[in-house]
């Protein structure tokens, strides 16, 4: 009996039959099968690798190793707009409503984080004590609410970025892969927003909801800019977009990734351990 | 197994113990109530072996198989997108405002990007040129055109999401991801537009804080709305 051919006409007969009846076993028998495997090898190794108890001090190499550091990144996003939340700073009404919003996905991908990393038969990396000032850096993070929503806006420019480099090591898992996907489309729609309220408060029409050159938006911070370099390309798999669009388009309609040490880079200031 | 559902579902407190529960096959089928008897009926109508399932239908446009396939896909959709912007541009609805030009006329010149990027790198193998039927779309109104545009990039960013696990080639992947954030940004700003602050809200955005990820079955068949070009996905790939 072919079974696989029989999957594949049950699901003709009634295509949702997966959604209704599977979905989640599925998802996570998937997650258990990887953390079996990885549990032999990989996880020991990842685990063994951990600087300041946050994240690893080499790029991830294994799926694991990915939700790790994303865990890491998540813990820094919902803790910022916890505190940004309750810092009495952020006008009432719309202003509030989004930052909440966006604090409460942050949450929840830490929690779904967490999940998963525990499915795979790995313990979840600890939440780092934080600094928002970055050292000072950003002294009035939550008491000026400009200074607090250029934080926003380069952790959320940040984490798309984050995210979409480290895709290529999920592909051999498509359920994890297709999570990750999703939760980092999210994070591009807190960066649009974000870029939006501070159009709004500055008037500067150069600020837009999606990121022009490697320009930072009317921040001018060395350390904010690196957030921002290498999003300039105009050119796509040799494609040079400025023969259809003009420059500032062409950088527009591709976002650009950043590799683990590029991140770990820009978040090093804000983890005191 | 093939055809992951790509929606995952929360892992909620409690439950764990029972997701850890290999169910095989057998209990699977007996839970849903299929016999022997069922499985035979199901085999006998099966029409993939001899490939029977895997004909273009006359005047269809075929997308294709394999990464070529998605990239397509892909190229279909990001000529609606261009398509539709590019008539708001011409026509703009009554009322617009002068940071709302600005802003659509941008995102009018990302999706010219994108579709002339993929129309580029498929060369030979890129689909024709696709006729669209927007003749349901009063581009006078704001409300007619925003909830147009809200629908297609919502439409595209769940498109890319879905597709990503369909992809073999990792550049590709990575291609897909720098295109899909552009397409979030987008969703976000006309959803904003509609209502400030729907960005990212409940009716889009699940209990686990992510965006939604659709199969090319369940893209086409809203895209097909608003073509009249018939495009075909029937040899795209299922995982």
């Known amino acids: ?273 | 197994m093939k055809n992951d559902s790509i929606r995952l579902q929360p892992a909620l407190p409690g439950e764990e113990a029972a997701f850890n529960k290999t169910v095989s096959r057998k209990k699977f089928l007996s839970a849903l109530g299929i016999g022997s008897l069922g499985i035979a009926a199901i085999a006998s109508c099966n029409k993939d072996d001899d490939g029977m399932g895997n004909r273009v239908p006359p005047g269809s446009i075929d997308l294709g198989k394999g990464d070529t396939g998605i990239l397509n896909y892909a190229y279909a959709l990001e000529q609606l997108e261009a398509a539709f912007y590019t008539k708001v541009a011409q026509s703009p609805y009554s009322g617009i405002t002068a940071a709302e030009t600005a802003l659509l006329t941008d995102i009018r010149d990302h999706e010219v990007a994108h579709r002339e990027f993929f129309k580029k790198a498929l060369g030979a193998a890129a689909i024709p040129a696709l006729n669209v039927n927007f003749s349901g779309i009063d581009f006078s109104k704001r409300d007619a055109v925003l909830a147009t545009a809200k629908a297609f990039e919502d439409l595209g960013v769940s498109a890319y999401n879905g597709a990503g696990a369909l992809i073999d080639d990792k550049n590709y992947l990575l291609l897909a991801g720098k295109i899909v954030s552009v397409e979030a940004r987008h969703a976000a700003y006309i959803r904003d537009l509609i209502s400030n602050g729907s960005f990212a809200d409940n009716t889009i955005i699940d209990a686990n804080g992510m965006d939604q990820a659709k199969t090319p079955a369940d893209v086409l068949m809203i895209a097909q709305s608003f073509l009249t070009s018939k495009l075909w996905g029937g040899n795209l790939p299922k995982s």
């Open chain 1, 1 to 273: 009996m072919n079974l696989y051919q029989l999957f594949s006409n049950m699901e003709k007969i009634d295509p949702d039959i997966y959604g209704r009846i599977d979905s989640r076993r599925k998802a996570i028998r998937n997650f258990a099968g990887i953390g079996g495997k990885l549990a032999l090898a990989a996880v020991p190794l990842a685990l063994g690798g951990l600087l300041n108890k946050a994240y690893s001090q080499s790029a991830p190499a294994d799926i694991t190793g990915v939700l790790q550091y994303a865990l890491t990144l998540e813990y820094l996003e919902a803790e910022f707009y916890t505190k940004a939340v309750a810092s009495g700073i952020i006008p009432g009404g719309a202003p509030t409503g989004a930052l909440t919003t966006i604090r409460d996905h942050e949450n929840q991908h830490v929690a779904f984080l967490t999940a998963v990393i525990k499915q795979l038969g790995a313990t979840p990396v600890s939440k780092p004590t934080f600094d928002f000032t970055a050292g000072g850096h950003f002294a009035t993070v939550f008491s000026n609410y400009d200074v607090l929503l250029a934080v926003a806006q380069t952790f959320e420019d940040t984490g798309v970025r984050a995210y979409k480099g480290q895709a290529g090591v999920l592909m051999s898992n498509n359920t994890v892969l297709t999570a990750a996907l999703n939760i980092h489309s999210v994070e591009a729609r807190h960066a649009s927003h974000i870029r939006q309220m501070r159009r709004a408060r500055t008037n500067d029409a150069t600020i837009k909801p999606w990121i022009t050159g490697k320009n930072p938006g009317g921040i001018d911070d060395d350390a904010v800019q690196k957030s921002y370099n290498g999003e300039e390309l105009t050119t796509q798999a040799g494609i040079d977009l400025t023969g259809f669009v003009s420059a500032n388009a062409a950088s527009e309609s591709f976002d650009e990734p950043l590799t683990y040490d590029q991140v770990i880079a820009i978040v090093q200031p804000f983890i005191k351990q």
